[in-house]
């Protein structure tokens, strides 16, 4: 399985390690999207910016 993963909020004001992580998704503006796999270290990912993401089942 995949996840979809959207950033719905801006970077600009967040903390450093959340804008690292948003880039190793592959997000950099907002409106963009990814497919990544559903594995423990995206898991993560998706944990440390739940607040700026939505996240649907590809």
Same mark, same amino acid.
């Not at 503006?29 to 963009?32: F, N, Q």
């Given at each position: 399985m995949a996840k979809n993963? $959207?950033?719905t909020k801006s970077l600009i004001g967040?903390?450093?390690d959340q804008i690292a992580t948003a880039y190793?998704?592959?997000l950099r $503006?907002?409106?963009?999207t990814t497919v990544q796999p559903d594995n423990?270290?995206?898991q993560g990912k998706?944990?440390?910016i739940s607040h700026l993401i939505e996240v649907t089942e590809a």
């Open positions: 993963i $959207k950033l967040r903390k450093k190793s998704l592959g $503006k907002v409106g963009d423990a270290q995206t998706i944990n440390k």
